[in-house]
């Protein structure tokens, strides 16, 4: 049995007027990096929302400019 070999992607992004081109090696693994980081990024966002909501956040500003 014959294994496939994963085909090399590219993509082209554009970063504030500059274009970026990215060689994937493996799509999927850089597939599955990405949603990692995103989703820890929004358990992140989660975390903070909360932590203001709890007025930590707002407390902490407050001694912020007082001093």
């Not at 090399?8 to 990692?36: N, P, Q």
């Amino acid at each position: 049995m014959h294994r496939l070999m994963p085909r090399t992607a590219t993509s082209a992004i554009v970063e504030e007027g500059v274009e970026v081109v990215k060689i994937l090696e493996d799509s999927y693994e850089d597939c599955k990096r990405f949603m990692m980081e995103m989703i820890v990024k929004k358990i992140f966002e989660v975390a903070e929302l909360e932590r203001f909501e709890s007025g930590e956040l707002q407390r902490e500003s407050g001694e912020l400019q007082r001093e």
